[in-house]
């Protein structure tokens, strides 16, 4: 391995292992006390714009707990990309199973991390020109491609420290309206999440139903059912989710 390259892995190691050592710091040469200063920089941009990712996962873990598994994120694996913004997305990649199956957080961290993760990445998200004209049930529906779905079995959208545990997983999804740069989330119930499912592809709305209606094992819908779909429908276009039907 040539000098160059050893220089650079004693820099990263000096950035992103917990405590820099002494024989990295003496490879780097200089002022010793100037590259700690430069480390504690460029940690300190990273734990912040990680907790800006997850200011909820964070408060619910602890400021200990948080700062150790971004520790031992950037020790194991050293930032992989280019933008600093998806360092957020690693961390959860390299932090999230571990805190699934720790005993002594709540079981909605997986939830809560999954669904501050989507919102992240949604910001990012590049916004594609989109055709669409006015909605027709009997044609596919165009929808909102600056969106991310996670299935969950808690509200965290509402409570973050001790959310609502639901009966049956539902669907959230987290999006952008076009134009826009806020983030919205939008939660479904089972059927709901069945009927965006079926019109997110490319046959027909109607044929959508049917599909949902066969897949609950009935042969024609009840008014409930109607109601419901109607309901879901509505809102999906109100919040800009369904953007319409596209054009011939």
Known sequence: MSELAEIQRAFARMCFDRSPAEADLARLHGDEARWL?????????????????????????????FDDAVSAYLEAHTPRTRFIREVVHELVTHAL?????????????????????????????????????????????????????????????????????????????????????????????????????????PRSQADGVRAVLAELGRDKPTQRFLEGMASVLADLVEQKVVLGSPPS
């Open 97 to 201: 199973p571990g805190w699934e199956t720790d005993e002594t957080l709540p079981p909605h961290v997986r939830d809560l991390v999954r669904w501050e993760d989507a919102k992240w990445r949604v910001g990012a998200l590049e916004e594609p020109a989109v055709e669409a004209v006015e909605l027709d049930f009997e044609r596919p529906a165009v929808i909102n491609p600056v969106l991310e779905t996670l299935e969950v079995t808690h509200r965290v959208d509402r409570d973050h420290l001790a959310p609502e545990t639901l009966d049956e997983p539902h669907l959230v999804l987290v999006y952008r309206k076009p134009g826009a740069t806020r983030i919205f989330t939008y939660v479904l119930n089972d059927v709901g999440a069945r009927l965006f499912r079926a019109w997110s592809g």
């Open 37 to 65: 200063i430069y480390r504690g920089m460029v940690r300190s941009r990273l734990f912040a714009m990680m907790r800006s990712g997850l200011p909820r996962t964070a408060e619910l873990l602890g400021d200990a707990r």
